[in-house]
């Protein structure tokens, strides 16, 4: 397995835990893959001056939507704590759009399913978001086949994430199936259950 190109999109009132998460997971991972075998993650926004997260904490992108038009393995969207009420930035819509066809999985966390929807990913695709927002996510995109029981969902190359842990879930099981099995018997017994993750019936698919 060659190295990952990892893209998590950030923008104002992010939430923090939704970037750090999988951040801190494909980190975690890296320390028992070979140099070869690692993910590489960088932060996307629209420009690089600082942006808040939701809490507060204050980010910089590591690359900008221009610069990042080279494509990525897999683009996640982080979410925010509730479904974005105002209109979307459209250079974040038109990336996003424009390089989910250039990767091989892309997706959200939690909240992060709206902006999916507002680019016209959502259309004919099972998806799932925070049990509190499917209604609301089915309501504004109908053509979204929304599964709110489910922590994960795969629907071909699109993978959606139903809250902070769900998405750190969904990228340990991202890892697991990247990962040959003789490299995942010599992970931490904490790690054990990823040997299993195809097996998950919180999940729609294997991912």
């Known amino acids: 397995m060659p190295v990952q190109a990892v893209a998590i ?95 091989s999985l892309y997706g959200s966390i939690c909240t992060g399913a709206f902006v999916l929807g507002s680019a016209g990913l959502l259309d004919d695709r099972r998806v799932t978001t925070h049990w509190q927002d499917a209604q609301a996510l089915a309501a504004r995109f109908p053509r979204a086949k929304v599964e709110p029981d489910l922590i994960y969902v795969r629907d071909g190359r699109p993978i959606t994430a139903a809250d902070v842990t769900a998405g750190i879930g969904l990228g340990l099981a991202m890892v697991g199936s990247d990962t040959a099995p003789k490299r995942r018997s010599k992970w931490p017994s904490g790690w054990s259950w990823l040997r299993s993750a195809r097996a998950d019936n919180h999940s729609s698919a294997p991912i």
């Open 9 to 103: 999109v950030v923008y104002e009132g992010v939430q923090a835990l939704d970037v750090a998460g999988p951040m801190d997971m494909f980190s975690e991972a890296n320390t028992f893959l070979n140099s070869a075998d690692r993910y590489q993650t960088v932060l996307v926004a629209a420009d690089r001056n600082p942006l808040r997260a939701s809490n507060g904490i204050q980010m910089l992108a590591d690359l900008t939507f221009e610069e990042a038009m080279g494509g990525f393995d897999i683009i996640l969207v982080a979410g925010t704590p509730a479904p974005p009420e105002t209109e979307l930035d459209p250079r974040l819509l038109q990336w996003i759009r424009e390089l989910s066809w250039r990767s």
